[in-house]
């Protein structure tokens, strides 16, 4: 009769008696009823077999009354031990038989008691009904397990930002799902091919990948067994798309050792289909937020200006860098014009990271151009903004400094809405422009623009916070840190652009627009 391991079938059991006569009458009953066994004498060599043996025994039936300990310190420790406390006991004796003895075994681990003389059938079946438990609640422990590192995996999978991070969080998934070495193959949205394992152990041939990777048709999950023609190791492999068109995911892992159940195996393969098809959404997911992302970015940039003005009054360099890939795009824009009073520049920055705060950021720059091409002086203008704002985007909020380099005279005007200040270099000193009013949003009356003197040659540097803000540091020491670095620089706009950029390397979070103005002659004359 054939029988399966969920049944109480075959099993290794280890014997442990000191009377060789009722080791071997054991070993032989348990032999013809389809069982392997291994023996010991004493409980020392039984425990030493329990730790040291590669496959650990199914079952230990062990003689209550041995020479070097009790049958029941035994199997305390055999309990105590993390790698053999779900291994049952049965103890058997032909003197330990009283209700006391029996009482006590139980009592201090055993799952079984049997009294000799005892029938061949009789032990039979209560090995196998030992089994039966056993084996079930170790099925019901390693799923629920399997389970939770499922969800840890799920999670690690949503969580990863690039296709480099989803292979490595899925190869290390699948391995502690499976309890086993893994291999992930997956295509990232710009066609690059990644492949991880963990850990570090052999992987299937890439044949084997590219078989599943075949058999997939459509859509959906695929599972197959494959044996590698190399070395002849057994894999079970899965892929995964979630629309037709997609290069598959692919991931292999090595089959389970030899006494593995075919209900363990029907496990290992709903599992695997599993992780890989997670995988493949959590790759779409990402593949979708680049898309989107590209979309959005074109977009803000299409609200930038295409060119600086180009007057003898100033001389203009400016850098645009959005937030890395897998950040939100922001508001952060900036303005260059040539208006009836001289040369304006303006920097500013809508509230949020959001498409939402990038349509804002539009609106608010044509919004800008036109009150400065009415000619509005600088203050004036922030206030009219301040109302477009709150009609066009009720509760949003937005940071703006506008300066205008006023033709004929030797005159820069400044108004600050809640904006980052402006600073100014002359020679080896800097100074920034601080005076400010309220940010825009709030309705509240802005004050008249500032005037500073200017002279020729002067350098004047705008920013968005995502230059210097640095998370666990005071925006005033970035600001003097900024300034230490500026005033190093170059006084040529774009050199002096680069400079900061390259003190200042942009850590991806935010959005940076830089603008360096490099004052020029007084005279008119556009």
């Known amino acids: 009769m054939t029988h399966s391991a969920s049944d109480g079938g075959p099993a290794l059991v280890l014997v442990v008696d000191d009377n060789p006569i009722t080791r071997y009458v054991l070993g032989t009953t348990l032999r013809r009823a389809g069982h392997e066994t291994l023996e010991a004498e004493d409980g020392t060599q039984a425990l030493e077999v329990l730790q040291h043996t590669p496959r650990v025994p199914d079952a230990a039936i062990i003689d209550v009354q041995l020479p070097d300990m009790t049958g029941f310190e035994v199997c305390e420790r055999v309990k105590a031990s993390p790698r053999t406390a ?57 799923l629920a397990e399997r389970l939770h590192q499922l969800h840890r995996t799920t999670l690690s999978l949503y969580s990863a930002p690039d296709a480099p991070h989803l292979a490595e969080a899925a190869a290390v998934g699948a391995a502690a799902v499976l309890d086993r070495p893994a291999v992930v193959r997956l295509t990232a949205p710009d066609g690059t091919v990644y492949t991880r394992r963990h850990p570090d152990a052999p992987a299937p041939d890439a044949s084997g990948l590219d078989t599943v990777a075949a058999a997939l048709k459509g859509s959906g999950v695929h599972v197959m067994p494959y044996v590698s023609p190399g070395d002849g190791g057994r894999h079970l492999l899965a892929a995964a798309r979630t629309k037709s068109g997609r290069p598959p995911t692919c991931i292999s892992v090595p089959v389970a050792q030899p006494h593995a159940t075919t209900d363990g195996e029907e496990q290992d393969a709903e599992l695997l289909a599993q992780v890989t098809h997670t995988t493949a959404l959590a790759l779409e997911t990402l593949r979708t937020y680049s898309e989107e992302h590209n979309l959005a970015l074109t977009l803000q940039r299409s609200f930038l200006p295409e060119k600086l003005p180009d007057t003898p009054r100033a001389r203009l360099a400016v850098r645009y860098l959005p937030a890395s890939e897998h950040a939100e795009i922001g508001g952060d824009f900036y303005e260059a014009l040539t208006t009836p009073s001289g040369v304006m520049v303006a920097v500013g920055d809508v509230a949020g990271h959001s498409l939402e705060a990038a349509m804002v950021m539009g609106q608010i720059r044509h919004g800008l151009r036109a009150y400065a091409l009415e000619g509005h002086p600088p203050h004036v203008i922030l206030e009219r903004l301040d109302m477009l704002l709150r009609t066009v985007a009720r509760g949003a909020t937005l940071t703006l400094c506008i300066m205008l380099l006023e033709d004929g005279a030797p005159v820069l005007h400044i108004a600050n809405a809640g904006h980052l200040p402006p600073l100014l270099l002359r020679d080896a000193d800097e100074t920034y422009l601080r005076d400010h009013g309220p940010l825009l949003g709030l309705g509240l009356k802005q004050p008249p623009a500032t005037r500073v003197t200017v002279t020729e040659g002067d350098l004047l540097m705008m920013i968005t916070d995502g230059l210097v803000e640095r998370r666990d540091e005071d925006i005033d020491t970035s600001l003097s840190h900024l300034s230490a670095i500026a005033v190093k620089g170059p006084r040529a706009p774009e050199d002096m652009c680069e400079h900061l950029l390259r003190n200042l390397p942009p850590d991806g979070r935010d959005d940076i627009a830089l603008m360096v103005v490099s004052v020029g002659p007084t005279a008119a004359g556009r």
């Open 86 to 142: 779900w291994v049952p006991v049965l103890h058997i004796s032909a003197t330990a038989v009283s209700v006391h003895d029996r009482t006590q075994g139980l009592n201090r681990g055993a799952d079984a008691y049997l009294t000799e003389p005892v029938a061949p059938d009789e032990l039979i079946a209560t090995l196998s009904a030992t089994l039966r438990y056993t084996r079930a609640r170790r099925r019901a422990e390693t």
